[in-house]
């Protein structure tokens, strides 16, 4: 079946140190979805990305879809302790019904 | 954004029992939910797909008679947990599709625990 793996799976940084979270998919997709859960909510949506190699940028989070649309990246500048939460990758694939895959999630804790 | 209300947003039962949970979409018309099952620290398992005015879809290993799905409105979907056990304890939680078929809004999860 689909899947969708990311690494890593927790990641401590130091306030103002750089974050990068990376998702895998095992198959193609057709874009790609970002999202954010701080702990005890529920997963909010960041951004999508659908053409290949795409990249855009929301203030410090740089978000790229790969050139074979099976991988993406986050990657955030000068961590803050507002950063803390686990991100998500969710892939939609190609055909089917709109099925949404969730990566394993990357949770980051950022230490003030 | 749009705005996804789920409830309740916690729920404790006895085992045997059945447990209804509810996702309505508040601003928006939703064609197509979901409903995934979240256990602690891990991600989110895409459980069933919810059409509205067709039988839901279900992913593999998911029993669809003990996890009933309707979806009887373009606003509404429901899920059923038939005769709860302690192993169905864990966070559900749902998120609609918009109409563009773009972006995912995700309730606020029901945690439910049963005794």
Known sequence: GQQVMQIPQYQHVQEGEDFTTYCNSSTTLSNIQWYKQRPGGHPVFLIQLVKSGEVKKQKRLTFQFGEAKKNSSLHITATQTTDVGTYFCAGRHSGGYQKVTFGTGTKLQVIP | ?115
């Not at chain 2, 789920?6 to 409903?35: N, Y």
């Not at chain 2, 302690?86 to 749902?94: H, Q």
């Open chain 2, 1 to 115: 954004g749009a705005v996804v209300s789920q409830h309740p947003s916690w729920v404790i039962c006895k085992s045997g029992t059945s447990v209804k949970i509810e996702c309505r979409s508040l601003d928006f018309q939703a064609t197509t939910m979901f409903w995934y099952r979240q256990f602690p620290k891990q991600s989110l398992m895409l459980m069933a797909t919810s059409n509205e005015g067709s039988k839901a879809t279900y992913e593999q290993g998911v029993e669809k008679d003990k996890f009933l799905i309707n979806h009887a409105s373009l606003t509404l979907s429901t899920l059923t947990v038939t005769s709860a056990h302690p192993e169905d304890s864990s966070f559900y939680i749902c998120s609609a599709l918009t109409v563009t078929n773009e972006k995912l809004f995700f309730g606020s999860g029901t945690q439910l625990s049963v005794l």
